[in-house]
Each structure stands twice: as structure tokens, then as C-alpha cells.
């Protein structure tokens, strides 16, 4: 999104703008990184690194989208842009914009401990009218690759008005297994406990945790049967039936395997913004800050998988999710709708979000929270290890929760745990989880630790290991 915010910018200030992002070549990051060192620079727009840039009369930072988990840098140097940006104000005495229809539960509980002052906006921009929202029970209904006829009725409606309909499917890919009918084997990557992605373009199976890739059989290598099938939908099996469904409007298709190229973005946004009749299909990609004036429908094909998860933030996650994408629908003086497919219509968190929005739904997850002592009530870190041969990495963290488990008693120590996905690229995965209430408590038992990995026993015990300390971690995989 950064390109699109400074094309916003540039025709509302008059300023020396500079971008930072990932597809910069070096040279271009390091001409920007010196005209901002060297006070060239009035604005700077960049994701997560950017918060680093050297400005010497910064005056004030703005987080967009503040809850976005793409601001924790989730390996190498970790840190949270965040926080980052919290720290850099505070020592700087500056003030600093939180920006979020949909803030992160952290920055609530500042809100409601009076850290943070909270400014509302209460219209939408153009004073656009709030999407109307419709549950789809599918419990009885025959679906069609993820489509029910309740929805494609709706979708063929809003396109027959000449408008725009988003359908949003966060997996990508053709389908997300391959099985045999008749013996029941699953395509299973070799190097993680995870099943390969079904791919049509190119036609391969692929691993989307560790890249790896393989022709795609045509025999099962269990029992020889050529009865291999695609197991479930994806984007590009969803784009498949839809235009077999509506084969005289285009189906314009928006992940991570379509946008890889340099241009290939803006070509794409650029055939939405004609206005023309349309498809919108993709994953979060299409969820996040686009201005689509012509989409009066949107469309979300499977809502449950946030509904049941292991991961205590999968709730809040979900909700943001869906009002963001939902906030797609109805952004001038066009009348919205959102609709959810879902087989829990009456789920209780499910209805709160609908019938009271997204600000309740959070102050109920605060309150689960609470009662569990998990952040913002408590402050974790996760101590992630890793090797290929799993009784090390297992002894290793055992050994450490022997040592330092009664050490403080401020910190609970749980584990070793095995991360959800056990083995990834042929690598066994452990965890030993620090939590406290206090956070100066919990940061002196990390240091503790590492100081420990850091000594010759330490090194000795964690040979052929690799560990990392992650503090506030925001994925427990």
C-alpha cells in the first residue's frame, strides 16, 4: 500500500516524500536513508523497518492499521513497529497517531487505563452509509466449490446493476490437498508436518511453509490408484467456478501467486478502478486500505476457521479481519452489503460482532482476557528452539525448565511445548513459554536464560539448536 499512500500524499502536501519498502532495490533504500539522515526529507511512508529511519526533525509518527500483524517482525532482530514507534516518541517527547477501525486489544486496555487519549471519527469518509451485514446458514444448503445459490443469487444481482462484487477466500492455490478416493492418502510435504497446496498455474504441488515443490502425480504412490482429486478450495479453484458461473463478466483475481512482478499490482487495480462490472477475488491482500467506489457486495466464503482455533488471539484476528474486509463494500453514496457463509450462525462472538460491533466484541475478549491472565493482562515470552533431531531440542528446554522453572516466583515456565506445526523445513520445533504480570519480572528471567545459552554449559547444551527469544510474541506456531 505504500506506492498508493504516497500518490495520495503528493497531491496534499507540499513535501519531499520518500518511500521505504521490501521491493526497493539497495540502492534506492540507501539514496532515501541518506536524503532523510541528512533532513532532505519531509515525509517518509514505509512498512515495518521504516520506523528506523534517521530524520533529524521528526515531529510526529503515524501507525496505520495499527493491529496489523505484519508490524511484528516475527524472526532475525524481532520487534514490533509498534512499540518501536512508542518508544522512539516517547524519548523524543512527540506525539504519535495510532490509526485503526479496529484496534488491536493492547492498545484498548491503554485506552481504558487512560494512557491513550481516543479520538473517534463517526462517519465513514464521503459519509458513505455502513455496509448492512447478512449471516448465510449453509448447514442444509448444497454448496457449489464453497458457493451456496442464496449467494450466488446476490452476487448475480449486484452485477446485473452494473456493480462491483468482492469475494473474499484467504487460501490460495487451486485446493489445499490432494487425495486418493480410493486408499485415502493425503499429499504430504516431506520436510513439515504439513500437507502440500494443489496448484494449477504452474500444475505442481507445493509446500506454502518451506517453498518446496513437486510434480503433480499421476498415480498414488501408495496403492498406484490414478484416482487423485483436489480436497477443498482454493483462489484459484474459486475463480475456476465462478467464471463458469458468470462467464460474461471478468473474474479479476488478487494474491500473493497473480501480484509477484513488478507492475502487476497496479495493472490489476487499475482494471477495478475503471469501474466496469466485475469479480473481485483474493486473500487479505484485497482486505487491507484499497478504495474500491464501485463494490456494493462483499462476499466471505469461510468464516468459521476463525471461530475454532488454538490460538488465543484467532477471535480478535478474525474480527479484524472481517471488518476490514467488509469496510470494502459501499465506500461512496452506494448502498453496501457484506454477507458471511458460515455452519455457526449462532455462535455468540459471531453475533456480538454483527448485532453491537467490533468495539463490543473487544471489551468481551478483554474481559476472556482477563480471566485467563493472557496479554494485555500478562506479558509473555516465548523461548522458540529448534533442530533436526527432536530428543535434542526436547532435552534442551527440558533442561532449561528444570533450572530456571523456581528461580523467580513472579514467572510461571511451561513447557517444553511442541509447536503446532512440529516439524518444519525438517526441523523439530519446541517452546518453553515465560508469562508474569509483571513485566520487569519477565524480562529479568529471559535475560537470565539467555545469559545462560550464552555461557560455555549453555552453548554445550544447545549445540546443534537453534533458539530464539521472542518477547510479546503475536503467533504461537
Known amino acids: 500500500m505504500a506506492p498508493q499512500t504516497l500518490q495520495q500524499l503528493q497531491t496534499r502536501l507540499n513535501a519531499k516524500i520518500v518511500l521505504f519498502?521490501?521491493?526497493?532495490?539497495?540502492?534506492?533504500?540507501?539514496?532515501?536513508?541518506?536524503?532523510?539522515?541528512?533532513?532532505?526529507?519531509?515525509?517518509?511512508?514505509?512498512?515495518?523497518?521504516?520506523?528506523?529511519?534517521?530524520?533529524?526533525?521528526?515531529?510526529?509518527?503515524?501507525?496505520?492499521?495499527?493491529?496489523?500483524?505484519?508490524?511484528?517482525?516475527?524472526?532475525?532482530?524481532?520487534?514490533?513497529?509498534?512499540?518501536?514507534?512508542?518508544?522512539?516518541?516517547?524519548?523524543?517527547?512527540?506525539?504519535?497517531?495510532?490509526?485503526?477501525?479496529?484496534?488491536?486489544?493492547?492498545?484498548?486496555?491503554?485506552?481504558?487505563?487512560q494512557r491513550f487519549?481516543?479520538?473517534?471519527?463517526?462517519?465513514?469518509?464521503?459519509?458513505?452509509?455502513?455496509?448492512?451485514?447478512?449471516?448465510?446458514?449453509?448447514?442444509?444448503?448444497?454448496?457449489?466449490?464453497?458457493?451456496?445459490?442464496?449467494?450466488?443469487?446476490?452476487?448475480?444481482q449486484h452485477l446485473s446493476q452494473g456493480e462491483q462484487v468482492l469475494i473474499f477466500l484467504n487460501r490460495r492455490g487451486y485446493a489445499p490437498s490432494l487425495i486418493c478416493y480410493d486408499c485415502g492418502w493425503l499429499a504430504q510435504c516431506r520436510h513439515c508436518d504439513a500437507r502440500y497446496t494443489l496448484h494449477k498455474f504452474p500444475n505442481r504441488l507445493i509446500c506454502h511453509h518451506c517453498d518446496t515443490k513437486q510434480p503433480l502425480p499421476t498415480h498414488c504412490p501408495e496403492c498406484q490408484s490414478p484416482e487423485l482429486h483436489p480436497l477443498g478450495i482454493g483462489t484459484e479453484r474459486l475463480q475456476e467456478k465462478l467464471e463458469q458461473h458468470f462467464q460474461d463478466v471478468p473474474v479479476i483475481r488478487m494474491d500473493r501467486d497473480v501480484v509477484r512482478k513488478k507492475g502487476e499490482l497496479d495493472a490489476k487495480l487499475q482494471q477495478i478502478h475503471t469501474g466496469d462490472r466485475a469479480i473481485l477475488l483474493g486473500t487479505?491482500?484485497?482486505?487491507?486500505?484499497?478504495?474500491?467506489?464501485?463494490?456494493?457486495?462483499?462476499?466471505?466464503?469461510?468464516?468459521?476457521?476463525?471461530l475454532f482455533s488454538s490460538d488465543f488471539r484467532a477471535m480478535e484476528r478474525g474480527a479484524q479481519l472481517l471488518v476490514q474486509v467488509g469496510g470494502r463494500a459501499g465506500r461512496v453514496q452506494k448502498k453496501g452489503s457484506v454477507i458471511l457463509q458460515t455452519f455457526h450462525p449462532d455462535h455468540p462472538m459471531l453475533q456480538l460482532l454483527l448485532t453491537q460491533g467490533y468495539v463490543a466484541l473487544s471489551q468481551a475478549l478483554l474481559k476472556e482476557r482477563s480471566l485467563m491472565q493472557l496479554p494485555p493482562f500478562a506479558f509473555l515470552v516465548l523461548l522458540r528452539a529448534e533442530s533436526?533431531?527432536?530428543?535434542?531440542?526436547?532435552?534442551?528446554?527440558?533442561?532449561?525448565?528444570?533450572?530456571?522453572?523456581?528461580?523467580?516466583?513472579?514467572?510461571?515456565?511451561?513447557?517444553?511445548?511442541?509447536?503446532?506445526?512440529?516439524?518444519?523445513?525438517?526441523?523439530?520445533?519446541?517452546?518453553?513459554?515465560?508469562?508474569?504480570?509483571?513485566?520487569?519480572?519477565?524480562?529479568?528471567?529471559?535475560?537470565?536464560?539467555?545469559?545462560?545459552?550464552?555461557?560455555?554449559?549453555?552453548?554445550?547444551?544447545?549445540?546443534?539448536?537453534?533458539?530464539?527469544?521472542?518477547?510479546?510474541?503475536?503467533?504461537?506456531?
Open 21 to 113: 519498502h521490501s521491493a526497493m532495490s539497495d540502492n534506492d533504500r540507501a539514496q532515501a536513508w541518506l536524503a532523510s539522515q541528512a533532513g532532505l526529507v519531509d515525509v517518509v511512508i514505509g512498512t515495518r523497518s521504516a520506523i528506523f529511519t534517521p530524520l533529524p526533525d521528526l515531529g510526529l509518527i503515524l501507525i496505520d492499521e495499527e493491529h496489523d500483524l505484519s508490524f511484528k517482525q516475527q524472526d532475525g532482530l524481532r520487534y514490533h513497529t509498534r512499540d518501536a514507534a512508542l518508544l522512539r516518541c516517547q524519548k523524543l517527547d512527540i506525539p504519535i497517531v495510532l490509526g485503526s477501525a479496529t484496534p488491536s486489544l493492547e492498545t484498548l486496555q491503554n485506552i481504558n487505563q
Open 117 to 156: 487519549q481516543q479520538l473517534s471519527l463517526k462517519q465513514r469518509a464521503g459519509e458513505a452509509k455502513p455496509p448492512q451485514w447478512e449471516l448465510l446458514d449453509i448447514r442444509k444448503l448444497k454448496l457449489d466449490q464453497g458457493l451456496s445459490k442464496p449467494l450466488l443469487s446476490k452476487i448475480a
Open 284 to 306: 487479505q491482500m484485497l482486505a487491507k486500505g484499497h478504495h474500491f467506489p464501485n463494490v456494493t457486495l462483499v462476499a466471505v466464503i469461510d468464516i468459521d476457521a476463525m
Open 388 to 477: 533436526p533431531i527432536q530428543q535434542q531440542v526436547e532435552h534442551m528446554l527440558a533442561e532449561l525448565h528444570r533450572l530456571f522453572a523456581h528461580q523467580n516466583p513472579e514467572v510461571s515456565l511451561m513447557g517444553p511445548i511442541p509447536a503446532l506445526m512440529l516439524r518444519k523445513q525438517g526441523r523439530f520445533r519446541f517452546q518453553l513459554l515465560l508469562q508474569s504480570q509483571r513485566r520487569s519480572a519477565l524480562h529479568k528471567a529471559a535475560a537470565q536464560i539467555r545469559l545462560y545459552l550464552s555461557s560455555k554449559n549453555g552453548r554445550k547444551l544447545a549445540r546443534n539448536v537453534r533458539w530464539a527469544l521472542d518477547v510479546d510474541p503475536q503467533e504461537m506456531v
